[in-house]
Each structure stands twice: as structure tokens, then as C-alpha cells.
């Protein structure tokens, strides 16, 4: 079984309302700005879940997926059964993504 704690990480109250459970966590401080992408990110999140369930032949085999986004998360990502922990700064844009925005 794995087990992850995240002190100070709260439900940004984000939820896809699909058959796969799907949260976002997020600081407090960063809510506002995770709530402009929510929509794209679980549409992107699905679609990708979708293409894996066809291309293997197989449902996704959990009942939630979470992401949770992390200050100084220093490995880019990680992930696991039901939930990926990745850099909040990599995932959650403060301005309008533009390209020089993806470049860096």
C-alpha cells in the first residue's frame, strides 16, 4: 500500500464529476490560478486515460485519480496508483499561457 501525507495541501474543491474520481490539490494561494486550467486539465486527464484503457485493452484499474500540485517540488512529478504529485510552478500558470511561457 502506498501512503502520501501532504501538510497543508487542501481539496482546491476541483472535481470532474466522471466515473474516475478526479481532485486537484493545491496551496491555498495558488487556488485561483489552478481554477482557470481545471476544465482543460481533467478534459486532458481523461482523454489520456481513455487512450491508455484502448490502447492496453483494459478499464484504468483505480476509482480515483488525483493530482496534487506542490511547492519546490524538486523531481518534476511522481507517480502513483490514483495520484500524481507534481511542481506547482511547472502545471499552474499566475498569467495567460503564451508560447514564451512554454519555452521556458
Not at 16 to 32: A, F
Not at 62 to 67: L, T
Not at 88 to 97: G, L, P, R
Amino acid at each position: 500500500m502506498i501512503f502520501q501525507y501532504f501538510l497543508g495541501m487542501e481539496p482546491a474543491g476541483l472535481t470532474n464529476g466522471q466515473s474516475i474520481s478526479m481532485d486537484l490539490y493545491c496551496r491555498e494561494s495558488m487556488k485561483q490560478y489552478l481554477e482557470v486550467d481545471a476544465a482543460s486539465i481533467f478534459e486532458l486527464t481523461e482523454k489520456g486515460i481513455d487512450f491508455f484503457e484502448d490502447f492496453f485493452g483494459t478499464k484504468f484499474p483505480f476509482s480515483k485519480y488525483d493530482m496534487i500540485f506542490c511547492p519546490e517540488y524538486n523531481q518534476g512529478a511522481m507517480e502513483n496508483p490514483g495520484a500524481v504529485t507534481m511542481n506547482d510552478i511547472s502545471y499552474i500558470f499566475k498569467e495567460k499561457v503564451n508560447i514564451k511561457i512554454l519555452i521556458y
